[in-house]
């Protein structure tokens, strides 16, 4: 045990897997363990390099290892797949963890403190009521055409129409019961997305780094409080695309023999992220649109070229990877937004001489 340097872990509800290395990369011990057995194990070993998936309960983990002295990394688990030998068990999974982690390359996970856990819990929170009442309102759209009530897929109309539907004669008092239940359920549903609306605008209000990415239009409270909590600590990359790789909102590459293909986005890393920030890009280039071109930002005029060229989705995804890059220079430099800074560099400022 005095000999060992790196500890895999393969975390799961019950058990846990461990995987012990040694100096040499070696395999010295393996065990699988309830959690109280797992607690009680872990607390005897000596200070090393404990690594984990970013998974379920990763975060919890990496806090309480941490706190014991040890050096914490948790990895994506798309990394370590490459490096599991044979079929998939819990053994095996926690071997490639600890094999991960000794790579020199590889890219790891900041730990999540308490404070950006609890905000993103109300994220999450939200994402999932909204999903909620998205169902319940396509449910009794989907019932009432039974009687022949056809409502607009809107979800304005639908609320609009609801009062009124419970007193409808051409139901049966039994719906109109029914439509009463759902109405409640929805008003219910539309309190609880407003908590957690007030609770994510309060902390976007109050965070430092959240209060600088919002002045980028298209960024509004709910996105910069999920960049804040999700992303604490962008220098770990090392530049805007990789950011935005990480965030999936760059082509997937298919190149060889010195010859570049580049195929759709890769829709890889955190969906929720990504999804706001395109959200964020409609609103964005429908400003884009409005403006007058004699007096559009250099973005702006950049935004109206790439529709024209490309079309509007492509545009939005476009928009948003130019969001993501724009971010981690706020964030990683530590800098307020400011549209005119490409005129401060180097090449900008050599155009007019060039030209002339």
Not at 126 to 135: C, L, P, V, Y
Not at 142 to 157: K, M, P, Q, W
Not at 309 to 337: C, M, P, Q
């Amino acid at each position: 045990m005095n000999q060992l340097t790196t500890v895999g872990l393969d975390l799961a509800k019950d058990v846990i897997a461990a995987c012990v290395l040694d100096l040499h990369g070696a395999v010295v011990e393996r065990r699988v363990l309830k959690r109280e057995a797992f607690q009680r194990w872990a607390e005897q070993l000596p200070v090393c390099t404990v690594a984990m998936e970013a998974c379920g309960s990763a975060h919890h983990w990496g806090r309480w290892f941490a706190a014991r002295g040890h050096t914490v990394r948790l990895i994506a688990p798309q990394f370590v797949a490459a490096f599991r030998k044979g079929g998939k068990n819990d053994a095996a999974d926690a071997e490639a963890v600890a094999i991960a982690a000794r790579q020199p390359t590889m890219r790891f996970v900041p730990i999540k403190t308490i404070d950006q856990q609890t905000i993103l819990a109300w994220h999450c929170a939200r994402e999932g009521w909204k999903e909620e009442r998205t169902a319940l309102m396509n449910r009794v759209r989907g019932l009432l055409t039974e009687f022949g009530i056809v409502i607009a897929r809107s979800s304005d109309r639908f609320l609009a129409e609801l009062p009124r539907l419970t007193e409808d004669p051409r139901l049966p008092d039994a719906m109109q019961g029914l439509l009463l239940e759902a109405r409640e359920q929805l008003a219910s549903l539309h309190a609880r997305l407003a908590r957690c609306e007030a609770q994510i605008t309060n902390h976007a209000r109050s965070n430092t780094a959240a209060q600088r990415v919002s002045a980028l239009l298209g960024i509004g409270p709910i996105t910069s409080s999920a960049l804040a909590a999700t992303v604490p600590d962008t220098t770990t990359f090392k530049s805007g695309r990789q950011f935005g790789a990480w965030l999936g909102l760059t082509p997937k590459q298919h190149s060889s023999g010195g010859k570049t293909r580049l195929g759709r986005i890769s829709l890889r890393g955190n969906v929720y992220l990504r999804t706001l920030l395109i959200q964020g890009a409609r609103s964005t280039l429908q400003s884009a649109l409005r403006a007058d071109l004699s007096r559009a930002s250099r973005l702006q005029r950049w935004i109206i070229e790439l529709y024209g060229r490309r079309g509007y989705h492509k545009t939005l995804v476009a928009i948003a990877n130019k969001h993501a890059r724009i971010v981690w220079a706020i964030l990683a430099k530590d800098e307020r937004y400011d549209a005119s800074a490409w005129q401060r560099h180097p090449m900008a400022q050599a155009l007019p001489a060039a030209s002339s």
